[in-house]
């Protein structure tokens, strides 16, 4: 960046890099909104915010097996 008359002039590369910061601070923002909301949705509708239910798996196991002895 260089100044020309007390006016900041980017180049053409700083202007790209420029863009691109913008954009993925604007991405960030917006994927941040979006898990906001769902988090919200899945609160309201009585799931869980972690994405798993309560259920711990154990139970539908059945007995342990015994190993005949010969």
Do not use: C, W
């Not at 994927?31 to 309560?54: C, L, S």
């Not at 259920?55 to 097996?65: D, H, M």
């Amino acid at each position: 960046m260089h100044e020309s008359d007390n006016i900041m002039v980017m180049t053409p590369e700083e202007e790209l890099v420029d863009l691109l910061l913008d954009f993925i601070i604007v991405s960030a923002n917006l994927a941040k909104k979006v898990n906001r909301t769902i988090k919200q949705k899945q609160i309201k509708e009585g799931g869980n915010v972690n994405g798993q239910n309560q259920r711990i798996g154990t139970g539908n196991q059945g007995p342990a097996q015994r190993r005949s002895h010969y």
